[in-house]
């Protein structure tokens, strides 16, 4: 649990770090992710911002994994 309440920060076995929000209703806790570093890429040859507010970047690794990552207010 990250505090002031901001979630929940998990980390995966490729090191990514997700940040969930929680919202709890009629007895279910939901899970909703709010944020994701993306963790070891190993060398980062290219970026580029997408979309129309620019507001996505891809990243071009040496990696077969693709990532696409959306940047959220506030980082």
Known sequence: MLPSDQGLLCVTADQQFLVY???CTDELLQ???TKRLVGYNEE???MKFLG???KFL???T???QVWGCVF???N
């Open 31 to 33: 899970l909703n992710l």
């Open 21 to 23: 929000s929680l919202e």
């Open 72 to 74: 959220l207010s506030g």
């Open 52 to 54: 129309d507010d620019e």
């Open 58 to 60: 891809a990243l071009a």
């Open 62 to 64: 040496n990696l077969e």
């Open 44 to 46: 980062i040859v290219d």
